[in-house]
């Protein structure tokens, strides 16, 4: 599986998404202001929203966290 962490990357994920083999991505939306949701999830990817950040996670490490957590794969690229 593939856990992509995005913060406003409307006009980039998809092409990001569709790039990978289908149904293998999960894209953790990190507090957006755009479409990043969206095009992701028309792109095809499992969109998940990020938590808010616990003490001492911020941003990015914060959207991997939350990809790895739900996910049960052997492997996953971020």
Known sequence: MVVIPARNEEGNIGPAVRSLP???VIVVDDFSDD???DEAREAGAGVL???PPLDGAVGK???CMEGARVLTSRWILF
Do not use: I, M, Q
């Open 22 to 24: 289908p149904d293998s």
């Open 35 to 37: 479409k990043t949701d």
């Open 49 to 51: 929203s990020a938590p």
């Open 61 to 63: 490490s914060n959207a």
